[in-house]
Nanobody, 122 residues
Framework: QVQLAESGGGLVQAGGSLRLSCAAS????????MGWFRQAPGKEREFVTT????????YYADSVKGRCTISRDNAKNTVYLQMNSLKPEDTAVYYC???????????????WGQGTQVTVSS
């Protein structure tokens, strides 16, 4: 069982930056691939990025490639999402998730956090 808790969301102007954190419980954090997803009002949950358990492999959605960086600190049981050059269309609730392998499909993740709101004003 893994419990996840996101933090770091907020209101930012277009062009600004935010760093989201996701703290995980449990001793086996490094065995899980971690992903970030987002969901805007009236839209489906959307893949943002994923990172392998070791942190050596990452994968990004085209919509955030070059603007976002995922990283993890297994000693701290935490995964991060650094978001730069934010756009109004990045506005959404951002969720972190843990799964057995990295995937762009939310269905492949077993554990989810409660989400953190990111709002980008124009």
């Amino acid at each position: 069982q893994v419990q996840l808790a996101e933090s770091g969301g907020g209101l930012v102007q277009a062009g600004g930056s935010l760093r989201l954190s996701c703290a995980a419980s449990g001793r086996t954090f490094s065995s899980y691939a971690m992903g970030w997803f987002r969901q805007a009002p009236g839209k489906e949950r959307e893949f943002v990025t994923t990172i392998s358990g070791s942190g050596r492999s990452t994968y990004y959605a085209d919509s955030v490639k070059g603007r976002c960086t995922i990283s993890r600190d297994n000693a701290k049981n935490t995964v991060y999402l650094q978001m730069n050059s934010l756009k109004p269309e990045d506005t959404a609730v951002y969720y972190c998730a843990a799964g057995s392998y990295g995937s762009s499909s939310w269905k492949d993740y077993d554990y989810w956090g409660q989400g953190t709101q990111v709002t980008v004003s124009s």
